[in-house]
């Protein structure tokens, strides 16, 4: 695990997608001193260009563009933690019961497993959203989470049945240890890489998703994240009016932030998988 | 034989699950979702077309949730999926059917497009690891990767579109003029270009990495040093030896990806206007039309599963082990 974290340090991804989480874990944290504006207050000039005052300009309501982004930072960062967590969470409990118990416990595990790997997501939460009639930030979390988790659920699962026999797991079962206590306790620390890397690819799913579901106007569309800017910036025409500042700056964070989420996840199978190793 | 049936078999099992999903998601929710819709439409339906709705979302009706469920199959499987309330008094089977073929055509072609680029790069960027060029592109890949797709959608289009004024903004051929035969086809390849190429860029980079790690695994295997060292061309190591193994797992990964692209690809419609599924999707959540919700998930969930079936199948062709029946 030291060495792990040791190679990943040196590795220039994972330094890249390390940094990109910082600064904007930095500007979420320090939002009402880096915003100059209240970001939802509509008391500017409407639709105007980028200017010193307002330098991504305003909205058709007359909101400072930058403050927004400043401020859906927040948002969308912690949507996309959170739900990467929850996400692992659900595909370590699934995933690590099937391969573990194996059997028909397992048979009906990856059978629900298989299932909602292949029903496509976003339709899916989608139509889910639409019938949500309380929108906020947590029905957004919830169904990302319930939609994301199967892919990760398998990767456990295998890793499970390839622990599953080793010697220390014989030993713990013979000493009468509780299974929970042995799937949670016993086998899940040997595999801290791969739920690292998962929680990082679970955070991307959860940002683009949330990006696309904010986008659609099925999110909180009164909530201020990258999402609901974009959406604003669609329903309003941004385009038509040159007003790209609008559109571009939102989407290019949700790319920077899910690429640095990407960085992590491939630094990490780097590292650990000596095959995929630089020489 | 065995290996074709038990894909029959899980096509079918999934196929269940999605439609019972569909069935229980509107009854699930506190407060029926559907009496908005219904409360919203109230004057602009005839009495029948309410009362159908009240059916098929489980609303005053005396039925028990089992002969609801029964009944709810024998109109799906039947191809009747309700009218649709914001294009009343068309039904639903018929908005959806002009949306199918659009949609078909783009995401269909620009899908497979994507998987052949991306794997192909894929291939030469493992090749050529350790080089400039081949380590260049995974930070590449890895942003387009992460790039939502109506965001470059919107890029594109704006620059394109607008300021450039190259190609269309909207739509799928041009409507403001009667067009046939190869005229027709030519604007329609022609609308078809700035969602495409949107598409393309953005599914290519997953691929690309899928493929690229595969690659690199496989290449470090000692057949490939043996078929080196017994002189073999480098492009006959390259492309019989690596990459027919490599491609293995960007087969089974595909079920995942496939719901994935397609997700964005539909988002990337609503951008360019472009009158397909994932355009009318977008049209049914803004007026709240959930029987075109339905049949378009329902549509949706069906084709990634037959895209997963026929990949299954290839898979016997690709993997001599599927076939025997060995590991």
Redesign the interface.
Known sequence: MVNTLRALLQNRKAAFGMAIILVFTLIAVLAPFLAPYDPTAMQFAPSQPPSAEHWLGTTASGQDIFSQVVWGTRASLVVGLVTGAITTVLSLLVGLTAGYFGGIIDDILSTVTNIFLVIPGLPLIIIIAAYITVKGTAPVIFVIAITGWAWGARVFRSQMMTLRNRDFVQAAVVVGEHPLRVIFAEIMPNMLSLIAANFFGAALYAVLSEAGLEFLGLGNVNAVTWGTVLYWAQNNQALMFGQWPWFATPGLFIALLGTAFAMMNFAIDEVTNPRLRKR | MKYVLRRVL?LL??AW??LT??FI??RL???N?AE?MIAKFQGRLTPQAIHALEIAFGINVHQSLWAQYVDYFRRILTGDFGVSVSYFPATVSQVLGQAIPWTVGLVGVTTVIAFAVGTLLGIGSAWKR?TLAGDAV??VA??L????Y???G??V??LFG?VLGWFPISNAYDTSTQLSGLALAASILYHAVLPAVTIIISAAGGWL?TMR?NM??VL?EDYIAFAHAKGLPPRQVEYRYAARNAILPSFTGF??A???V???A??TE?IFSYPGVGYL??QA??S?D?PL??A??LF??VA??VA?FVMDLLYVFLDPRVRTGGE
């Open positions: 899980f099992v999934t699950a999605a999903i569909n998601l509107p929710m506190p407060g979702p908005v350790n995974v930070p890895l942003f990767n992460s790039i939502p109506f965001w470059l919107l890029l289009l704006y607008f990495l790690n690199v695994s470090s079920a995942m496939i719901g994935f397609i997700g964005g539909l988002l609503i999707l977008y959540v803004q709240l959930y919700m339905q378009i998930f949706i969930t990634v599963l997963n």
